[in-house]
């Protein structure tokens, strides 16, 4: 029986630092594949076709979503945001493990695909500390400001259906923590049936 990469799910709200410590990740973890997910809206500064997302217009989108291209995607902020089916199913069937960046509600719906997918929420340590950063990031606009904190609000709500809490008030450790829940995934017995069966298979 061979081995089948695990999905691992990563959230958080916007301000929790997710895009610095997925880098990280990247490059820091062997065997571990980040998805890009494809979107509709505009590339930021910075932001790489193919690296960051893939740009698509809204009909390019709505034609994949047609063709059963996606393994989740939703619609938000005007903009459509999906994961690619095609080479996340591919990566897993080689083995390999997955990370998808995505947000709570596409969350839940790959939980209700993979079952064995391992939820993962990052966060600042408080909802103040969340405030500061989303502030630090956005217009002084109060209706955008409100909004900004309604979203973060109903992100934060649905964290429990997490199996796992990443703080990150410092990188290095949010980085730590992550590596080690890697590691404890991929340790698990029920995830190494290749391993157990060449350990028990014994001719004498
Ligand atoms: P941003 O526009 O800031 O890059 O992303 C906005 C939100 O969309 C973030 O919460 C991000 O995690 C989420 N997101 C990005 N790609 C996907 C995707 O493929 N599916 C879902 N469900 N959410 C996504």
Do not use: W
Request: positive net charge; glycine residues 6%.
């Amino acid at each position: 029986m061979k081995r089948l990469g695990i999905l691992f799910v990563i959230s958080g709200p916007s301000g929790a630092g997710k895009g610095t410590v997925l880098g990280k990740l990247r490059s820091e973890v062997e065997n571990l594949s980040i998805s890009v997910s494809a979107t509709t809206r505009n590339p930021r500064n910075g932001e790489a076709n193919g690296v960051h997302y893939l740009f698509c217009s809204k009909d390019k989108f709505k034609e994949m979503i047609d063709n059963n291209e996606f393994l989740e995607y939703i619609n938000k902020f005007d903009n459509y945001y999906g994961t690619p089916k095609a080479p996340v199913e591919q990566l897993l069937n080689e083995g390999k493990d997955v990370v998808l960046e995505i947000e709570t509600m596409g969350a839940a719906n790959v939980r209700q695909m993979f079952p064995n997918a391992v939820l993962i929420f990052i966060t600042p340590k408080s909802f103040d500390e969340l405030k500061r950063r989303l502030d630090k990031r956005g217009s002084e606009n109060p209706k955008d400001r409100a909004a900004r904190l309604e979203i973060a609000k109903t992100e934060l709500d649905s964290m429990t259906q997490y199996d796992y809490i990443a703080v990150n008030n410092d990188v290095r450790s949010c980085i730590n923590t992550l590596k080690a829940i890697i590691s404890a995934e991929r340790t698990k017995m029920a995830r190494n049936p290749e391993l157990i069966n060449t350990l028990t298979s014994r001719d004498n």
